[in-house]
């Protein structure tokens, strides 16, 4: 009897063995560990639970844009400076219309990729009309500081009450007929009499020292390795330029007679060592029309607040040549700095990389230019051109010029 549960076993054990050789034959990729494991399932370990990033802290721009109602007035996307490093009291400065947004975003995207991404300065914004939401998500979107937005006021941006209006109309309507450039135009007008005595004014750039002045259509052309507004305060310079231009004699036929008569008034604003031979081949008897192109400036607000510039100002808008003749703010500005200044305060930064419309700045040495990512064309340099200033500006301050500078 007790060979019987023995022999059961055997004939068990053998019908195992018929059953797993008939398997190999039919499925030969099938092993014996297999089929252990699919008649005897291994209890496994659960699997180690996945460990995920934490959530970085929603902003509270961030919360205004998932509600759909942003109202992004100030935004700071990357650190202010690094640990330990200086920091200038300096920001970006732009007078734009709604209308120019796109123009004028090609114009930051290039400031910050060839310079402030590295120093995230912050970014103000001017403008005779309030801002549309689309245009300050967009130019938050693009600055690596802050971003502030300001209303210009009423009487920064009309007429003062000592011009005839009928008087301006008519040399606007006889500009126009003689193809003056902006001629006909009351904005541009605003516009040169506001960058000239008022910008520096708006509460928002009371916090800082020193601007760089952005508008649409421009761009900058090289790496900026170095903090310019630094720069510009550790080397004592006060104004800076890129390209420098004649302008049209016939939209200031009295500037530099107003100006004479100013300096006479006041002498004591000349500076000694002034840079007057810059604007006047004569010592002053003329004005040769030379001067810095101010939709590019890197300077010091604390000039433009200062006495003599106020004054300067003032006694120019009370002369009427806003609105009765086209005087620009970059003759204006540039008047000013030629004879309020030392000249050694004034700076050209020849490896900017610039352009505004036709008009280029090019550095024109081959090595900086590949060194520093220039991809501007050297033979469309406008520096040492007949019409620009820039080659009279390297003989009075008695600079070498480039060896690759044309004659």
């Known amino acids: 009897m007790a060979r019987v549960p023995v022999l059961r076993l055997l004939g068990v054990a053998v019908a195992v063995m018929v059953l797993y050789s008939l398997l190999l034959l039919m499925r030969p990729d099938i092993s014996a560990s297999d089929i252990a494991a699919a008649t005897v399932p291994a209890e496994q370990p659960p699997p180690p639970p996945v460990k995920l990033p934490p959530l970085p802290p ?3 721009q961030d919360k205004e844009l998932q509600q759909g109602n942003a109202q992004i007035e100030s935004q700071e996307l990357l650190p202010i400076a690094s640990p330990g490093s200086e920091r200038v009291k300096a920001t ?6 709604n209308k120019e947004l796109y ?11 060839r310079f402030n991404h590295k120093y995230n300065y912050d970014w103000v914004f001017l403008n005779d009309e309030p801002f549309t939401q689309e245009f300050k998500d967009l130019t938050s979107a693009i600055v690596s500081g802050k971003t502030k937005y300001g209303l210009i006021p009423k009487e920064h941006w ?3 009450e000592w011009i005839d209006q009928d008087k301006a109309a008519e040399t606007r309507k006889k500009m126009k007929a003689d193809g003056i450039i902006y001629g006909d135009l009351e904005s541009y007008r605003h516009m040169c009499r506001f960058e000239s005595g008022f910008f520096w004014r708006n509460p928002l750039l009371d916090e800082y020292d020193w601007y760089w002045r952005v508008e649409p259509e421009t761009k900058v052309h090289c790496d900026l390795d170095y903090d310019v507004f630094k720069w510009m305060k550790d080397n ?10 004649h302008e049209f004699d016939k939209t200031i036929p009295t500037l530099w007679k107003h100006t004479k008569d100013f300096i006479r008034a006041h ?4 500076a000694h060592n002034n840079l007057m031979d810059f604007i006047s081949n004569d010592g002053g008897d003329t004005y040769n029309l030379c001067h810095f192109w101010s939709n590019f400036e890197v300077a010091n607000l604390n000039f433009w607040r200062s006495q003599a510039y106020r004054e300067y100002f003032e006694y120019l808008d009370r002369a009427g040549g806003f609105f009765y003749e086209r005087w620009g703010d970059a003759p204006v500005h540039s008047i000013a700095a ?4 030392p000249r050694d305060k004034i700076h ?9 419309g036709v008009y280029t700045q090019c550095p024109l040495n081959n090595e900086f230019r590949y060194k520093h990512k220039c991809h501007c064309n050297p033979e469309k340099d406008f520096t040492f051109d007949g019409y620009s200033c820039t080659g009279r500006y390297y003989d009075v301050m008695k600079m070498p010029k480039p060896k690759e500078a044309k004659e």
């Open 267 to 270: 002498p004591e604003h000349l």
């Open 158 to 160: 009309s007429y003062p």
């Open 103 to 113: 123009a004028l975003i090609e114009s930051m995207r290039s400031v910050e990729d």
């Open 348 to 356: 050209y930064f020849e490896d900017v990389g610039y352009n505004h």
């Open 338 to 341: 030629a004879l309020f200044l």
């Open 236 to 245: 004592n310079k006060v104004y800076g330029f890129t390209i420098s231009i």
């Open 92 to 97: 970006f400065v732009t007078l734009a219309r």
């Open 58 to 60: 929603i902003r509270d």
